[in-house]
């Protein structure tokens, strides 16, 4: 009986050393090292900076080729904020009167869609903030009648 104690096969031997063995330690090592390495809660602002929008507006703005476009395509529509229609008696068909909203912060808060501004346009979803980056940017730099 016990020399059957002692016999094992000699793949069972070979597993057992393995098992104790500094090769089996070191193997083990790396891999536990590799899944919490694989952990890693990526940022996105890191990792796409041109995603932020604050890297979407270089350079000076222009009322006339940058924001003037964004209010007809989303503000002066037909029914909507132009000088024919004045919904609500706002007009953003023109700088002189897109001034008005802008300096009140009327403008801005409506298109960020910001309490207690009322959420515009009001027909479609919030402008990308890109969109929003520019008419903000514009304002910041004075908004100019450029």
């Not at 940022?43 to 003037?68: C, D, H, K, W």
Request: charged fraction near 15%.
């Amino acid at each position: 009986m016990n020399r059957e104690l002692q016999r094992t096969p000699s793949t069972c031997r070979w597993l057992s050393y393995w098992l104790t063995s500094k090769t089996y330690k070191a193997i083990f090592s790396v891999l536990i090292t590799m899944v919490f390495s694989a952990c890693y809660y990526d940022n996105q602002e890191e990792m796409y900076p041109s995603l932020n929008p604050e890297n979407f507006v270089v350079g000076t703005i222009s009322f006339n080729s940058a924001v003037l476009p964004i209010m007809t395509q989303h503000c002066n529509q037909s029914t909507c904020h132009n000088s024919i229609d004045r919904a609500s008696q706002i007009v953003l068909d023109n700088h002189a009167d897109l001034l008005v909203s802008a300096n009140d912060g009327s403008l801005l808060g409506s298109i960020r869609h910001t309490s207690p501004y009322s959420p515009m346009p009001k027909s479609a979803g919030k402008l990308d903030d890109c969109t929003i980056q520019k008419v903000a940017t514009w304002i910041e730099q004075g908004a100019l009648d450029n």
